[in-house]
């Protein structure tokens, strides 16, 4: 399991809801935890590693010895975001060098099913929120780049230009 960098198209493609809640799921999910704790992050969308299905996983606490902290969400839905928003620091694994400020509901409401399918809501406020959001975002195809704020987006424009230019060398390699 490998991290998808940007612009690889399967980050922007649609992600078909989780049907199959066998023992291969929680296998993957397992995973994308440890690809994740490799990696630093936070957060990992089943896009992030190639597998275009509605799962996501994170810790808020990014580690690995923390396993209480874990979450594991599929087919997850927010039914309810406040009106009060935020701005904060993000990143992203598949961005490698890339930071930048995203403004984002401070309170969610989330129901999603859990890896036997059973289904469970989750009130999530500040980094939590913020991490949950960015990883639904990503079973939507929508990276955080399409919602920075114009001015850390231009910062990051030569940043991004070089992944695109990374990734047209690995096409050209393979
Ligand atoms: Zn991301």
Redesign the pocket.
């Known amino acids: 399991m490998n991290i998808v960098q940007y612009p690889d198209p399967r980050l922007r493609k649609k992600n078909a809801p989780v049907t199959d809640f066998g023992p291969e799921l929680e296998a993957t999910a397992r995973e994308m935890f440890e690809v994740m704790y490799a990696t630093q992050g936070v ?1 990992l ?1 089943a896009p ?1 590693v190639g597998l275009n299905i509605q799962l996501l996983v994170y810790n808020p606490t990014g580690s690995s010895e923390e396993k209480a902290e874990e979450k594991v969400l599929c087919n997850p839905k927010m039914v309810f975001k406040s009106r009060e928003k935020e701005d904060g620091q993000e990143g ?4 490698p060098d890339v930071n930048g400020v995203v403004n984002r509901p401070i309170k969610v409401k989330v129901e999603a099913l859990d890896l036997k399918g059973e289904k469970f809501e989750l009130e999530l406020e500040d980094w939590d929120a913020r991490i949950f959001q ?2 639904l975002d ?1 079973l939507d195809g929508i ?2 780049i399409d919602r920075m704020t114009p001015a850390t987006k231009s910062q990051a424009k030569p940043v991004l230009e070089d992944l695109v230019h990374a990734y047209k060398e690995s096409l050209a390699g393979s």
Request: hydrophobic share 40%; with cysteine; charged share 10%.
């Open positions: 957060g969308a992030q992203c694994l598949s961005f960015h990883e990503h990276l955080f």
